[in-house]
T-cell receptor, first 115, second 114 residues
Framework: GNSVTQMEGPVTLSEEAFLTINCTYT??????LFWYVQYPGEGLQLLLK?????DKGSNKGFEATYRKETTSFHLEKGSVQVSDSAVYFC??????????????FGTGTLLAVQP | GAGVSQSPSNKVTEKGKDVELRCDPI?????LYWYRQSLGQGLEFLIY????????KSGLPSDRFSAERTGGSVSTLTIQRTQQEDSAVYLC????????????FGDGTRLSIL
């Protein structure tokens, strides 16, 4: 079945450091890939998405590229801020074979950015 | 515009009681999803509604769980005879017609079973 694997946290960085959170997936067909973010005390928010191979999703300085050859969708940001501290979830959805586009999530990665 | 609204935001109940959780999706969103977020299991899909089609119930963990969606809008998730392992945050999401449109989440209902 479809699945998502993302690096375990917590990830602790100093402000302005470079961020990478690894995400790989297993899926039949051609899934769409997403990063969701959950700030402390808040609900899940869509951060970015990519719907086909080689697409790059970007938002708020974050980027991720859909790599079909490596089945990866790693999240990157060049210079993190304290306000980026949150839990980040990688997810996929697929309507292959009549599937219902339900989201399959990774376990989440806690990012803590220190001033 | 208004986002996905869930109520109550918190619910504490005794083991064995029934609970009902409500979700009001974004207007015009025909697809509605329920997920559960718990410490041991992460984020899990529960059930999906799309228009008048039969719901996808494949994620419901037991027959104590059921959900309905009236008039293609508001949805209620019912848990009967609650158990302590049902303690979790229950999230509702909605989206435009499928084809990989992003899902928009409510703030969730935090359910605690004593």
């Amino acid at each position: 079945g479809n699945s998502v694997t993302q690096m375990e946290g917590p990830v602790t960085l100093s402000e302005e450091a470079f961020l990478t959170i690894n995400c790989t997936y297993t899926a039949t067909g051609y899934p769409s890939l997403f990063w969701y973010v959950q700030y402390p005390g808040e609900g899940l928010q869509l951060l970015l998405k990519a719907t086909k191979a080689d697409d790059k999703g970007s938002n708020k300085g974050f980027e991720a590229t859909y790599r079909k050859e490596t089945t990866s969708f790693h999240l990157e940001k060049g210079s993190v801020q304290v306000s980026d501290s949150a839990v980040y979830f990688c997810a996929l959805s697929s309507n292959y074979g009549g599937a219902t586009n339900k989201l399959i999530f990774g376990t989440g990665t806690l990012l803590a950015v220190q001033p | 515009g208004a986002g996905v609204s869930q109520s109550p935001s918190n619910k504490v109940t005794e083991k064995g009681k029934d609970v009902e959780l409500r979700c009001d999706p974004i207007s015009g969103h025909t697809a509605l999803y329920w997920y559960r977020q718990s410490l041991g299991q992460g984020l899990e899909f529960l059930i999906y509604f799309q228009g008048n089609s039969a719901p996808d119930k494949s994620g419901l963990p037991s027959d104590r769980f059921s959900a309905e969606r009236t008039g293609g809008s508001v949805s209620t998730l019912t848990i009967q005879r609650t158990q302590q392992e049902d303690s979790a945050v229950y999230l509702c999401a909605s989206s435009l017609v499928t084809d990989n449109q992003p899902q928009h989440f409510g703030d969730g209902t935090r359910l605690s079973i004593l």
